[in-house]
């Protein structure tokens, strides 16, 4: 059996299944990723170099694209997906659901569709919101989405996920385009600067890094662990030169079917999810992901903060709103989850299992059972 999403935390993070977790080969070595980046992905490389405990697949609509130079603008490949969209839910007679933060991600989506929809077509779009959506971008709010979308409350998105009435899409992956969280985790206690030094002379940074990380019997791996990262960059098509970049790729290469999939397992109608039909992020296609490729030299400026500068000044383009070119990013999606039921994994089919993982999809010849 082989494997698209796994619930990270439960299989390798929750004490409870500790137990369990040892028979995994190499599952307690792996588990100091989730130390590093965070406990809730579903870290699968796509890049195909980080053999991983168990068996997984990439979905053929999540795989790298083959690099090539483009010119095309952000701002163009934003309008372009948008009127795809738009063009998708005229042509299947379905509502096109928007999951609506507040954030820069989805009130990114949401200026798109107001630039390229007919009147016609915003009276097919739902946005689902709460209340910290509000609060988060209140101008944006009572300037434009109560005012032109119908809206409904986001905390019912697991009814609408799945649904054959919607094409539901979300902010998802945008991210994995420009940075990750890790970048400013690093620089907490450095200087800013750190981040954009060369890859050649900070791996010791990076070690130190991940050895500050790691729990006390995980700290032995950190460089074992760098190695294996490292491996990741140098079989990359394009240069990465800087920390920042380490930590970008890392997050691109590892994390993007974890993101594009890790709503669906909330699904009310998990039988009938189908990727790119029902279901699909914004930020997924291959033009987002090569023009991200093509320009790591502009994902942040030199000073903090500065994260997502250029989907904030798209939005500005059409807003005006020069609040919103300082605005933090600040993490939302976890208030939607609360209290929601997940299953343990899905493979390659789409059959959701509550079942722990056991040795039909277990990897034995992975890098995280070599380290012992």
């Not at 990380?213 to 960059?233: C, G, N």
Request: charged content about 20%.
């Amino acid at each position: 059996m082989s494997l698209v999403y796994y619930n990270s935390y439960e299989i390798f993070m929750n004490p409870a299944n500790g137990h369990k977790l040892k028979n995994i080969p190499g599952g307690d070595i792996f588990a100091s990723y989730f130390q590093i980046f965070s406990q809730n992905i579903t870290a699968i490389d796509r890049s195909g170099v980080m053999q991983i405990p168990l068996t997984t697949t990439i979905l053929p609509h999540l795989v790298i694209p083959l690099f090539t130079t483009t010119t095309t603008s952000f701002e163009e490949i934003c309008d372009t997906r948008a009127r795809q969209l738009l063009t998708k839910c005229n042509q299947t007679n379905k509502t096109l659901a928007v999951m609506y933060s507040g954030g820069i991600d989805s009130t990114l989506i949401l200026c798109s569709l107001l630039k390229n929809a007919t009147s016609e077509e915003l009276k097919k779009i739902v946005v689902l919101l709460s209340n910290q959506s509000i609060q988060e971008n209140p101008n944006f709010y009572y300037n434009y989405v109560i005012k032109k979308f119908k809206c409904v409350s986001s905390y019912k998105f697991h009814h609408y996920l799945g649904s054959d009435e919607y094409l539901f899409i979300s902010g998802e992956n945008a991210d994995q385009l420009f940075g990750s969280q890790v970048n400013d985790e690093f620089a907490l206690n450095r200087p800013y600067a750190d981040l954009f030094k060369p890859i050649a002379t900070a791996q010791g940074d990076i070690i130190d890094f991940f050895t500050n990380k790691l729990t006390e019997s995980k700290k032995q791996y950190a460089e074992r662990i760098f190695l294996l990262f490292k491996k990741i960059i140098d079989a990359a098509p394009i240069e990465l030169d800087t920390i920042y970049k380490f930590f970008w790729w890392i997050n691109f290469t590892t994390k993007w079917q974890s993101v594009y999939m890790r709503a669906i397992p909330y699904s009310s109608n998990p039988t009938s999810i189908k990727l790119e039909e029902n279901y699909t992020t914004f930020y997924n296609p291959p033009e987002f992901q090569l023009w991200a490729m093509n320009n790591t030299n502009s994902f942040v400026k030199d000073t903090a903060n500065t994260t997502k500068y250029i989907p904030k000044e798209y939005i500005y383009n059409f807003n005006k709103d020069e609040h919103y070119l300082k605005k933090p990013k600040i993490g939302s999606l976890g208030r939607m989850l609360e209290r929601k039921k997940i299953g343990l994994t899905i493979d390659n089919n789409m059959n959701f299992s509550d079942d722990f993982p056991n040795e039909t999809c277990y990897n034995y010849d992975n890098d995280f059972v070599k380290m012992k």
